[in-house]
C-alpha cells in the first residue's frame, strides 16, 4: 500500500510564498517522477510541476519563475516552492507518483488528498 501526504497549504497574501512538501510511504520499490498538480473550483485538474528521478523538470507556463520544485529522493518527498503568489494560484494542490511496488511490478500513478492553498489580500 502507497500513501502520498501533502502538507504547507494555507492562506496567503498575494506576493507571498509557501512550501508544500509531499511525502510516499508504504511499499515503494522505485520512484520514476512526481509532480504537483492543482485544481481551482469550476476548473480541471492542471499539471504545475513535474520532476522525473532523472531528466528535466517541467512547470506550467504560468508557474514558470516563480515556482520550484525539489526532490528528496532518500525520502521519498517533493517540495514545491511557491513564491510570488498570485490570486489565481488559489486552488487545492494535489501530489503525484508514478513508482513501482516491487522489481517486476508495473509502475502506476498514485495521488495524494490534496492541500489548500489560498492566496487573499
Known amino acids: 500500500q502507497v500513501q502520498l501526504v501533502e502538507s504547507g497549504g494555507d492562506l496567503v497574501q498575494p506576493g507571498g510564498s509557501l512550501r508544500l512538501s509531499c511525502a510516499a510511504s508504504?511499499?515503494?520499490?522505485?520512484?520514476?517522477?512526481m509532480g504537483w498538480y492543482r485544481q481551482a473550483p469550476g476548473k480541471q485538474r492542471e499539471l504545475v510541476a513535474t520532476?522525473?528521478?532523472?531528466?528535466?523538470?517541467y512547470y506550467a507556463d504560468s508557474v514558470k519563475g516563480r515556482f520550484t520544485i525539489s526532490m528528496d529522493n532518500a525520502k521519498n518527498t517533493v517540495n514545491l516552492q511557491m513564491n510570488g503568489l498570485k490570486f489565481e494560484d488559489t486552488a487545492m494542490y494535489y501530489c503525484?507518483?508514478?513508482?513501482?511496488?516491487?522489481?517486476?511490478?508495473?509502475?502506476?500513478?498514485?495521488w495524494g488528498q490534496g492541500t489548500q492553498v489560498t492566496v487573499s489580500s
Open positions: 503525484n507518483a508514478r513508482l513501482s511496488t516491487c522489481r517486476i511490478c508495473n509502475a502506476k500513478y498514485y
Open positions: 508504504g511499499t515503494i520499490f522505485s520512484i520514476y517522477d
Open positions: 520532476m522525473p528521478s532523472s531528466g528535466s523538470t
